[in-house]
């Protein structure tokens, strides 16, 4: 299986290079992107000083684009595989095997890296949103996804021509969900992470609050209108 990891880096100077490291380091059978946002700070220096595969978007764009970019490079290069892996250092090289090894044995469109099946738990207003996520998902397609917001993904082939020819695609929860209504298998594997290695995190309070509202209105209106 030909899988390839997509990075999408905004401003992560601090983290990038080792993330990279530690991604070749652990996992050598793949193949990687870095998908440069349009950062202002050093990111595109780093990719560029130490030879990492990579493009720079001229602007930042935001993560939706920035992940389509890759996808669109999966697509056209003929991967089986993609996933989904941040440049922040938050997510363990060592589980993107048993990723592809559930793509396959599971004959799955979408594996979910799942912190709660390894025993974690959110609390306050994030671990409130997870939870009320996974009872709309449920509610709407009668699959239990038990950590909507995991952010490491792995994306068998109909999955990546999907986000590199359509429009309306995000890698995001109701993305998942809309999935899953159109008869995509969604698996999960136990996972680990870690907190952010460094740089400043999007997940201030605020933000939380606006994601989490964003999400839970997608997947009850507008996923039903695609």
């Not at 220096?45 to 130490?50: A, L, M, P, T, W």
């Not at 996804?145 to 993904?153: E, L, N």
């Not at 929860?173 to 999007?202: C, F, H, L």
Request: proline fraction near 4%; charge should be neutral.
């Amino acid at each position: 299986m030909r899988v390839l990891a997509i990075i999408p880096a905004y401003n992560e100077e601090e983290c990038l290079s080792s993330t990279v490291s530690e991604l070749r380091s652990q996992c050598p059978e793949i193949d990687y992107l870095v998908v440069n946002d349009g950062s202002r700070d050093r990111t595109a220096s780093i990719i560029r000083e130490e030879g990492l595969h990579g493009v720079n978007l001229p602007v930042n764009t935001g993560l939706t684009s920035a992940f389509r970019t890759g996808m669109k490079y999966a697509y056209r290069h003929g991967y089986d595989a993609a996933i989904q892996f941040d440049a922040d250092g938050q997510h363990v090289p060592t589980f993107v095997r048993s990723m592809a090894q559930a793509l396959d044995e599971k004959d799955a469109d979408i594996v979910i890296a799942s912190r709660f099946l390894n025993g974690e738990r959110f609390t306050g207003a994030r671990g409130a949103g997870s939870h009320l996520i996974t009872r709309l998902i449920r509610m709407t397609t009668g699959t239990t996804i038990t950590d909507p917001t995991s952010g490491m993904r792995m994306y068998g082939r109909s999955m990546i021509e999907l986000f590199a020819t359509g429009f309306d695609v995000a890698p995001e929860p109701d993305t998942v969900a809309w999935a899953i209504r159109k008869g995509n298998k969604v698996v999960e594997i136990p996972a680990q992470m870690r907190e952010r290695q460094g740089g400043e995190s999007y997940l201030k309070l605020s933000n939380v609050i606006k994601y989490m509202s964003r999400t839970c209105l997608s997947i009850l209106l507008f996923q039903w209108l695609r």
